[in-house]
């Protein structure tokens, strides 16, 4: 075992001469080799702070000398492996200092600073920094100052409670699914994009990416649209640019006020977040500013009071006095100032009430706010136990009164609480800034959604408690001299409220300009949307400009609606999937228990991940099942576009995990019962051809494949390569890349595999026994017929077919054959008119009928119309077969044209006797090849052998000789001794009885002699070819051949395809010579033919 010695080193000055400093034998420390080579690889490598470059190099420097390298070390048994796994130690030394900044502001301040900070900066935010206060910032905002209060007057302390429980309980089931996401690994850019994408796949994650985009997107428009409500309601006098209307006040305003933040996020990003703990700030004031007046509310009532005309709410922003005196007050109503004017019946019959908006915490209050006031559009809002006095209304006076803007109902108000839940992925969003993401994640999230989810519950109560009704349910808070209503409860002013909630509505809208083009950014630059490629791009500090300018044209269109309570729904739909498809991703890896599902977070569950998924899926639906129909259309049309456009990514997403289970178990029940005849589909094996650059050699093969196909069931394309795996693994991979691009190409669905083998009969053995697993084995072999056998001398070309042919019919699998394969009509070709004909000669199992059928639907073929034809002998009748064939087809639902071909027994005629002749003697003349081939290599081998012994007899009989013969004949001599009896046998053996002992003698041997009678057997095979006769059983064969091809060419010479029974190859393999013959002679004259040889089972059935 070896032994390390430490020895401490001491650094000098000059690191050249470290080593002389250090002493000629003193130990240097590894540490200090690394470095100095680190050092010298910086130097030379002008790339070398390119991070993709020093991801891709090696720990240890290739370009060193490696035997110089690892000279002396412990390490030498591992030292040719170090390129591709390095030492552990340079490992972790690499690990330690990997950091994971997310593409995102800080990098963006940098560049803008324009100073450059340490390569590498340790993280060191904690839980409430980090995680904590920014999903506190991000949960709590515009609904809470805005419109919560309306939402409690309007569903009622009970209502209100159910609306915020389910919110915020699925907000913390979806944070409890996160934390186990975000624990199982390091999350960089892209927050819970990156999460739902590495867990669910790219379709998913690019599809709900792109929803958590928008949803982001719509967010700042919702931000934007509460901002210009406080200027214009409350900060700013009622002045409106535009006349007509609130809406246009919005629009206009809203348009300015994006452009401003988005100038803003485009010039300075630092600021936005220098900026962040001032608006975070103004939240926590607000808050706490509304505690404070709950509190004073109880002990002093405040001095907002409501004026109340028979039980309607007046709007008092236009009188000071609640009165009928009050000169305003008189004037809303009342035709003049005088006491004889003509008034509003209502306000003639009528008292006023004035009563304190906040009298405290009183029964009677909660009573009268504990359950729910939904009303239609327009609707004056009353008072229920104040009596009035009904008059006929005066569409004119109910301007005066305050109103509901909107038909209200309890799920309307879900949809529009939603977006105050929303946020909790700011803490995730941030992991590379987290000293230790693994525990603040979890923490910070889980504690920031149990804190803001006590404000509002108890903000409920406390507006329920506190605030009159009539009150609660004014919007826009016309009631309070046009005041938020929360604001009536702050102490110690109501602008405590105004100007925390402008600020906190702004950092929000600043926040969403920030992040959400960052988020598009990442989901561009993962390129699996190829349309979303140019926004990858940016300035040269890497800031999203692109992605910015589309996020404005977006935040726009939300802007363009001017309401907040129609945008909201939309905003609650996309983040709604957000969280459904994080909740999705945690229960699937949870129930997979794959091998990395490791999360450091343990207090989770699958059950509660599937709750939360489904509480997400009901709140879509329950907020408005017309937006959650949209947005599951929109992230539908992403994810299929992604499926067939987008590029190829192995994330080991759970999904992926997901398919092999299924399939696994859809394999295993497949093979528990064997298939049944109505469920049989041809499963194809298709043996392809590579040329000598790896390319198909027929791609027509796959067109057709596709076209019996038409994308159902197996298909398996294969192909063989001679040699062996070592030496030709590279091709062969560079050949299943090929496939799979031709079969793209020729819109192919299947697999493909390409196999090295020692000869290729070996390798379509090996496929025909062993391609597919378990129950999705292929069941038919598709392949091409060997056009150039008869050019071929050798016969390999040949036997290679019918050993195919023997395999299939063993293995009980059927067999296809295509004649002319490129000649086959491609996929996108149409067959406007033309005929299958099918030669149904011997029943196969139904697969001649078949395969007709499935070839029309395709659009290749849709328009060719059946044929079949059968044969009839002497004694059959052919009228009764073709009616029995008729009704077969009929119960077989198969529309064809039927006709039988009655073939008389006839006397052979001279040209068959003669073609049997000539194939005969072909095959006879290419065996006396083959053997003269054979004889003559066994031949030259004995020369060969006889050559070495003579030339080793000499090396020993030299050993006593002269110095001058004293050495060893060279190699090179004894080669050209072999080449000159190769190639001179004759004359070798003429001068073999004269040579000297030198020389190489020739003497008759056992091999020799049998070589010799072999060779007089030859002249005599030749001599008597001329004089054979024909073999009787061939002439029958041949006979049958010519007389059936002489039928089939006359019925179907201008059929866009023939099918025909395909004979079998004989038993006896003496007969395989003449067996490919046979079959041309059956082929000669059609152009496409297919050769269908049956598997040996029925594969169609007349039963439903």
Not at 330 to 355: G, H, K, R, V
Not at 425 to 440: F, H, I, V, Y
Not at 858 to 878: G, L, Y
């Amino acid at each position: 075992m070896p032994t390390f010695t430490v020895v401490p080193v001491e650094d000098v000055e000059d690191g050249s001469n470290s080593g002389a400093a250090a002493g000629g034998n003193r130990p240097i420390s590894l540490g200090k080799i690394f470095s100095e080579e680190q050092e010298a690889d910086s130097a030379e490598d002008p790339f070398s702070g390119d991070d993709n470059r020093r991801e891709s190099s090696a720990f240890i420097n290739p370009d060193m000398d490696t035997e110089t390298y690892y000279e002396g070390k412990n390490m030498a048994l591992f030292e040719e492996e170090m390129d591709s796994t390095p030492m552990v130690s340079s490992f972790l030394n690499k690990l330690a200092n990997y950091t994971n900044l997310t593409q995102g502001v800080r990098e963006h301040e940098e560049a803008e600073d324009g100073v450059r900070r340490a390569a590498v900066m340790v993280p060191h935010m904690g839980t409430f920094i980090g995680v904590y206060l920014p999903c506190m910032q991000n949960i709590l905002g515009v609904i809470l100052f805005l419109r919560l209060t309306w939402i409690v007057g309007t569903a009622g302390i009970l209502g209100s409670f159910a609306i915020v429980s389910m919110c915020c309980i699925c907000t913390l089931l979806t944070a409890i699914s996160m934390s186990a996401i975000a624990t199982n690994g390091v999350v960089p850019a892209g927050g819970s994009y990156y999460m739902i994408s590495r867990s669910l796949g790219p379709e998913f994650g690019g599809a709900v990416g792109l929803c958590l985009y928008l949803g982001t997107t719509f967010a700042g428009s919702l931000y934007i649209l509460g901002t210009i409500e406080i200027l214009l309601l409350y900060i700013i006098p009622p002045e409106k640019v535009v006349k007509e209307t609130t809406a246009n006040d919005m629009r206009i305003y809203g348009t300015c006020c994006l452009l401003l933040m988005a100038l803003v996020v485009f010039v300075g990003v630092k600021y936005v977040n220098k900026l962040a703990l001032v608006f975070l700030s103004c939240v926590v004031l607000s808050i706490m500013a509304t505690y404070a007046g709950a509190i004073k509310t109880a002990i002093k009532p405040s001095n907002f009071s409501v004026c109340l005309l028979g039980n309607r709410t007046l709007k008092n922003e236009m009188f000071e006095k609640c009165a009928k005196t009050d000169v305003e007050l008189w004037n809303l109503f009342c035709d003049s100032p005088y006491l004889n004017a003509t008034c509003d019946e209502y306000f003639a019959l009528n008292n006023l009430t004035e009563i304190q908006a906040t009298p405290g915490v009183l029964g009677e209050v909660i009573n009268d706010n504990l359950w729910g006031n939904y009303g239609p559009d327009n609707m004056v809002i009353e008072r229920k136990n104040l009596s009035s006095v009904p008059a006929e209304a005066n569409n004119d006076k109910l301007k005066n009164y305050v109103f509901n803007d909107w038909a209200t109902y309890f799920t309307l108000l879900v949809g529009i609480y939603f977006p105050s839940v929303t946020g909790i992925m700011a803490g995730s969003n941030r992991s590379g800034d987290l000293r230790d993401a693994q525990r603040s994640i979890p923490i910070g999230t889980i504690l920031a959604i149990l804190t803001t989810s006590f404000i509002y519950i108890s903000f409920v109560v406390l507006f329920g408690a506190c605030i009159e009704g009539v009150v609660l349910r004014d919007k826009f808070g016309f009631s309070v001299k046009t005041k938020p209503v929360i604001s009536i409860l702050a102490w110690p002013s109501p602008w405590v409220i105004v100007i925390g909630s402008f600020f906190s509505c702004c950092g929000a809208g600043l926040q969403s300009l920030t992040g959400a083009p960052r988020l598009l950014q990442a989901i561009a630059r993962d390129g699996i949307i190829p349309f979303l490629q140019v926004f990858g791009h940016g300035k040269a500090n890497g800031e999203p400009t692109w992605a910015l300018l589309l996020t404005v044209g977006i935040c726009e269109i939300g802007i363009l609606i001017a309401s907040l309570d129609h945008v909201a729904p939309i905003l609650s739909m996309f983040f709604l999937m957000c969280y459904l498809f994080v909740n999705l991703a945690c229960a699937v890896q949870t129930l997979l228990c794959t091998p990395n599902w490791r999360p450091r977070f343990k207090f989770y569950h699958w059950t509660l991940s599937f709750l939360g998924m489904s509480l997400c899926l009901s709140l879509m639906f329950i907020s408005s099942w017309i937006y959650a129909l949209v947005v599951i259309v929109i992230a539908g049309c992403i994810y299929k576009y992604i499926e067939y456009k987008g590029a190829v990514k192995e994330w080991g997403d759970g999904i992926r995990g997901l398919s092999l289970n299924a399939a696994r178990y859809a394999l295993i029940r497949l093979e528990e019962a064997p298939l049944h005849t109505k469920n049989w589909r041809p499963q194809l094996l298709v043996l392809c051809k590579l040329n000598s650059d790896l390319e198909v050699t027929h791609p027509r093969l796959l067109s057709f494949a596709t076209q019996l196909k038409a994308g159902k069931g197996l298909t398996i394309v294969c192909s063989v390569l001679e040699g062996t795996y070592m030496t030709r693994g590279d091709e062969a991979k560079k050949g299943e890349q090929n496939l799979k691009a031709a079969m793209a190409a020729e819109k192919t669905k299947g697999f493909s595999h390409v196999v090295v083998s020692s000869s290729l009969r070996d390798g379509f053995s090996i496929l025909i026994q062993s391609a597919g697993l378990g129950g999705m084995k292929h069941n038919a072999v598709l392949m091409a017929w060997p056009t150039g056998w008869k050019q071929d001398r050798d016969s390999s070309v040949r036997r290679n077919f019918i050993e195919t042919v023997r395999e299939t019919t063993s293995a009980h699998q059927a067999l296809l054959v295509a004649k002319n394969i490129d000649h086959f009509p491609a996929n996108q070709e149409r067959l406007k008119e033309g005929t299958v004909d099918v030669w149904w000669i011997v029943h196969d199992g139904g697969l001649l009928m078949l395969l007709p059928f499935l070839l029309s639907q395709h659009k290749v073929w849709r328009k060719c119309k059946m044929r079949i034809f059968t044969v009839a002998q002497m004694d059959d009748n052919s009228i009764q077969m073709k009616k029995d064939l008729q009704m077969f087809l009929y119960q077989l639902r198969l529309n064809a044209v039927v006709e039988v071909v009655e073939m008389h027994d006839s006397d052979i005629s001279a040209f068959t006797y003669e073609k049997t002749l000539v194939m005969e003697q072909r095959s006879q003349m290419l065996k006396q090849m083959q053997l003269s081939r054979t004889e003559r290599e066994r031949e030259i081998q004995s020369i060969t052998d006889v050559s070495r012994a003579s030339i080793k007899r000499k090396k020993c009989s030299s050993a006593d000789a002269p110095p001058l013969y004293s050495q060893c004949i060279p190699e090179d001599e004894a080669q050209l001794i072999h080449d000159r009896n190769t190639a001179s046998h004759s004359a070798a053996n003429d001068k073999a009885a004269g040579a000297t002992s030198d020389r190489v003698h020739m003497t008759w041997t056992k091999d020799k002699l049998q070589n010799e009678r072999n060779k007089h057997k030859e002249n005599m095979a030749v001599k008597d070819m001329f004089n054979m006769k024909p073999n009787h059983s061939n002439v029958r064969r041949m006979h049958t051949a010519v007389k059936l091809n002489e039928v089939v060419v006359k019925k179907s010479c201008n059929s866009e395809l023939v099918l025909l029974n395909m004979p079998g190859p004989p038993k006896n393999k003496k007969g395989d010579d003449n067996y490919m013959e046979f079959l041309e002679v059956l082929m000669e004259g059609l152009d496409r033919v297919l050769l269908v040889r049956g598997g040996g089972r029925e594969v169609i059935t007349i039963y439903s």
